[in-house]
């Protein structure tokens, strides 16, 4: 990893670090548009994984990459069986979000389960081994967190990854993320809805309240499709309500320079990309290039939960050639 990387890396693993809890309560458990692109990507892996179980005498090895607080170790290890997922392994570069995690674990009774082994590793998505040809790993990106990889570069070096991962076992990979097409549609009302988590996005102002001393609460989530220009909060400082209600107001300059350049900014170094369709077909083009692969935009499968995203699917042996084109 080069040193503008390296820097990269450790600035964004702090920021998340800082915003774990909020992220789970706001984000994760919270805005409606997300929890529905969740549930997208939660359908669409189980019926992967039910047509291996059904089509394949392999077991699975599910490898969530950028897993947070291991939302599919919750749902394999306790609310969806599938017989022949043997493993869930996560790794992430926030340790605050794996602490979540395994809290998780525990709460849900499932913590040292033995059927399916559920595991965690703190590390670089960057740094993904090659896994054995003893059972089939599924590998899997989800929610945009390509978006979070330190950048293009970051980005490149995931595909990189997620395909050194599976390929001498001849797996599968999955990365789920947002199209830039729908920045202004989705990507503007869920910052501004829950700025209390990443920060005050740098295209609202004034910036008043914008240094982490603060924490701005929006008064409620703005969904997909919603064109106020203006956002209302609630202001507290140490815990404690200084401003019951407070506007902040879209920079039209800085709002058309977000969605022409898909890059998400705000006061406390969080930053997100929303990388366009081409963009994301050209890096599957480069980096898994000579091997079976799908890209699919998700409202094609389900345009009322996932109207906003895309999947870049590798599928070392074309396993899932004939249920790609069943759900197509």
Known sequence: ??????????????????????????????????VAYEKFEENFLDKVCLYLDK?????????????????LHVRYGKYVKIPSIENVSGV?????????????????????????VLEFEQGSAFDLQPETATVLPVAVNLINSLGVMQGEKGAQKLFKAMRRCVEHAGGIAIISCYQKAFIKQYALPQ????????????????????????????????????????????VYENNKLIKPSFFLYRDNKLTEQVIKSGKIKTYSDYGSNWYSFSQIEDWM???WNGLPMYHIPTQAIDPENAEAGQLAILDINNILKEFISKIL
Request: aromatic share 8%.
């Open 92 to 116: 992430d570069f926030s340790e605050k979000m794996l602490e979540i995690a395994r809290l998780k674990l525990k709460q849900e009774g499932i913590e040292g389960l033995s059927c399916p």
């Open 1 to 34: 990893m080069g040193e503008s990387m390296q820097l990269k890396y450790q600035r964004d693993r702090k920021v998340w670090d800082n915003c774990a809890i909020t992220y789970e309560d706001q984000i994760v458990s919270g805005h409606p548009d997300v």
């Open 191 to 234: 910052y501004e809805s829950t700025l209390n988590v990443c920060g005050q996005p740098a295209w609202l102002k004034p910036d008043t309240f914008a240094s982490e001393k603060y924490i701005l609460k929006p008064k409620f989530f703005k969904r997909a499709n919603h064109d106020g220009l203006s956002l209302e909060v609630e």
């Open 285 to 287: 083009k480069e980096h």
């Open 55 to 71: 089509n394949y005498e392999s077991s699975l090895k599910i490898i969530d990459v950028g897993c947070g607080s291991g939302r």
